[in-house]
């Protein structure tokens, strides 16, 4: 069994799970290390850390961001990120109005569609700061207009979907450094689900992780349920090359809400405690 899991999601953005109720069950499946990476926010980090200080848990704060490199999309998890005031800490609610614009223009895209559904609708479904598709394919299958969430983004909400709107997005050699500057260790997520316009071939991730790892990048999320053994070695071993974490987490957002379970991801995941020393060494 797992012990650590450094990528969940609770109801502070689109995980399905209160912080309390996401470290009990880190409790119960045996946890002693979660790290809390809402999107674009930090705001479930005080109950989590009263939680976890009852459950005998070390709580990592953070948040994930979405980023580009030119044409590429991705998604950055920033950990022992602080809340309060800090140069990273400072740009999220900026990042947050950037969501609720976007979320309003597919709204209006959706009823354009025939999707009769409005923005109380999806404030109904979240429950936190961050507000974003999730909530909107809820908001979706709640009114009947598709069966669920995973529905909801294949047919309307994904990527260049129908329904799809861009929303703001810091540059990551940006949000690299406001993360550094901010206390906090930068680390890319999930390669191999990365959003991008182009395909990636092996020797194009090696250009890019080095010029990240050049920015301050300080680690690779290796250990995440959608990459095979043999991925999740690979991206280990350049970590290692590059001198930085290999790190990894289930992206758990709650039962039902997607396949990932906690700590397991499909049931095969087993981050390595050697993620979180490599983490902290990654702390300047
Ligand atoms: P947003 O940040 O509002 O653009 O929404 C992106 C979030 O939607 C991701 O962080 C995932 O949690 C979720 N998501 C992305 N793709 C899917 C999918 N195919 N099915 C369910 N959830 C998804
Ligand atoms: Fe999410
Ligand atoms: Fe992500
Ligand atoms: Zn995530």
Redesign the pocket.
């Known amino acids: 069994m797992p012990s650590i899991d450094l990528h969940v999601?609770s109801t502070a953005?689109?995980g399905l799970d209160t912080p309390s109720e996401l470290i009990s069950s880190a409790a119960a499946i045996g946890l002693r290390i979660v790290a809390l990476v809402d999107?674009d926010t930090l705001s479930g980090i005080p109950e989590a850390r009263d939680s976890a200080a009852s459950h005998d848990i070390e709580l990592i704060p953070g948040t994930e961001l979405s980023v580009e490199h030119g044409e590429r999309k991705m998604h950055l998890l920033v950990y022992f990120l602080e809340p309060g005031p800090g140069p990273l800490q400072d740009r999220l609610h900026g990042l947050r109005n950037g969501r609720d614009l976007r979320n309003r223009a597919m709204v209006e895209k959706l009823r354009g569609l025939g999707y009769g559904i409005t923005m109380g609708d999806v404030l109904a479904h979240a429950h936190g700061q961050s507000v974003?598709r999730?909530h909107i394919a809820d908001a979706l299958a709640a009114n009947g207009l598709v069966p669920d969430r995973d529905t909801a983004f294949d047919d309307l909400l994904a990527d260049g979907g129908p329904a799809y709107v861009e929303r703001e997005r810091l540059t990551a050699i940006d949000a690299i450094a406001l993360a550094r500057a901010s206390g906090a260790v930068p680390v890319i997520a999930h390669p191999l689900t990365t959003g991008s316009r182009v395909p990636l071939r092996s020797s194009d991730w090696a250009e890019l992780l080095r010029d990240l790892t050049d920015a301050g990048l300080g680690g690779i999320e290796a250990y995440y349920p959608q990459h095979n053994q043999r991925e999740r070695d690979r991206f280990a071993e350049i970590a290692r090359a590059l001198g930085i974490a290999a790190t990894g987490g289930s992206d758990y957002?709650g039962e039902g809400a997607r396949r990932n379970r906690l700590g397991v991801g499909f049931g095969d995941l087993n981050v390595p405690l050697s993620a979180v020393d490599e983490l902290i060494a990654q702390r300047r």
């Open positions: 999601h953005s689109d999107h974003g999730p957002h």
